[in-house]
């Protein structure tokens, strides 16, 4: 990918003291594979089966040693490929590592899975040490199936929802995140019906991106974005005769909207340090967790050290970082004075930015229009209903 023509590329450069963000969340990566084959999956090594390694976990654990935290306990979440085709032994010795290693921080873990590995065997070590779960599902069987498919092109739903079976015999709350396709728009009163019974804690809706290797969006045929309006104001409506349910994107805005004056969001993709992003081998990246195994002309690899031989002074020190976190700003500040939208949405997200844009020193994408915009736009009404304004 070469950088859009449309901005302004000079030299731009980090500050000279970059400070670190208190640390909300780490992403790690404890292999690449995955079992399945998404049509819209953004990553490019999820047929090798390379994995995580002891000696790194202990290495991460010493790398987070004394690093400032946001909540008592540190997120975790192990992610990108299918965290479930490590095993079961792998994460209780990996658990044990990153706890005693990193002493006296506390961790909280979390799996972001497709669920079709999910097993008597598993729920036992999710409840033991009290791991969240999240469940990568989009919806009814067909919609589900247009895109989340096994390496035969088989639909993946009837075993995902086996995986749920599993979670709910054994009581474990779960959350979903479902990826909007346009398959999806057409139907959202089946989209609503069926995670209103799914019984999970929360949905969170992902508009499908172009992102990494998946080049191009099926939203982006959408006319103007009228079609997704449309189907999340019909979520909206839906929600409305069960508003117990917790809709992550309608939540949050209203959230964001109904904070006290001058109280803008800050994107932790945005900040150094808030999110610490970890692949296999201990290369270790910051800002979007997306941006993790991909090289760009301008900015090079997303790898700006190793838990193995580096600290965090020489992450922040390495030309690549100096060089992103620069452009972040310089997109961050042209966001805040070209966007209405920006004291709800904080700069843009910079992965989606460096996709669609080829930097990070831009402004409007189709994902802001889409996941932040239109929400926005929806939740106005919505409050503005509450209150009698016409």
């Known amino acids: 990918m070469t950088p859009s023509s449309t901005f302004e590329l000079s030299a731009t450069h980090a500050p000279d ?37 002891g000696a790194t976990v202990r290495a991460i654990a010493r790398f987070l040693r004394g690093m400032p935290l946001r909540e008592p ?41 497709n669920g079709m590995l999910i097993t008597d065997a598993w729920c036992e070590l999710i409840k ?45 709350p779960f959350t979903v995140i479902g990826v909007l396709t346009r398959n999806a728009l057409h139907a959202p009163d089946d989209v609503w019906r069926f995670f209103e019974t799914l019984g999970a804690t929360q949905v969170a809706l992902n508009v499908e991106e172009a992102e990494g290797i998946n080049a191009s969006s099926s939203l ?30 309608f939540d949050g805005m209203r959230g964001h909207l109904t904070a006290p004056p001058g109280a803008d969001v800050m994107r932790a993709d945005n900040l150094p340090g808030a999110i610490i992003n970890i692949d296999l081998a201990g290369n270790v990246t910051t800002f979007s967790p997306e941006l993790l195994g991909v090289e760009h002309d ?14 965090w002074q020489a992450i922040i020190a390495h030309p690549g970082f100096r060089r992103a976190y620069g ?37 409007e994408t189709q994902y802001c229009r889409l996941h932040v915009q239109a929400f926005a736009d929806l939740v106005i009404e919505d409050l503005e209903h509450e209150i009698g304004v016409s």
Not at 92 to 97: G, I, K, M, Q, S
Not at 134 to 153: L, N
Not at 234 to 245: D, E, F, M, Q
Request: proline letters at 4%.
């Open 220 to 249: 982006s045929q959408d006319d103007g974005g009228e079609s997704f309006r449309a189907f999340i104001q019909r979520i909206a409506k839906l929600r409305g005769a069960n508003p117990s349910i917790r809709l992550r994107e």
């Open 327 to 363: 452009d972040i700003l310089a997109g961050i500040a042209q966001c805040r004075e070209s966007c209405a939208y920006f004291s709800v949405c904080g700069g843009g997200n910079p992965s989606n930015k460096l996709a669609e844009l080829g930097t990070f020193a831009g402004t």
């Open 17 to 53: 003291n970059v400070e670190l963000a208190p640390l909300g969340l780490l992403v790690l990566q404890p292999t690449t594979f995955c079992n399945i084959d998404c049509s819209y999956c953004y990553l490019s090594h999820r047929a090798e089966n390379n994995r995580m390694d």
């Open 298 to 311: 301008r900015y090079g690899k997303f790898h700006w050290g190793n838990v193995h031989t580096d600290d």
């Open 73 to 113: 306990q540190l997120s975790v979440v192990w992610h990108a490929g299918e965290p479930l085709t490590a095993p079961i032994d792998f994460y209780e010795a990996a658990f044990e590592a990153l706890q005693s290693g990193a002493a006296p921080m506390r961790f909280r873990h979390h799996f972001q899975t």
């Open 128 to 172: 033991q040490w009290s791991v969240h779960v999240g469940v990568s599902i989009d919806g009814p069987k067909a919609i589900h199936d247009a895109h989340r498919v096994d390496r035969s092109k088989r639909g993946t739903f009837e075993r995902v929802m086996r995986g749920v079976s599993k979670l709910r015999e054994h009581d474990i």
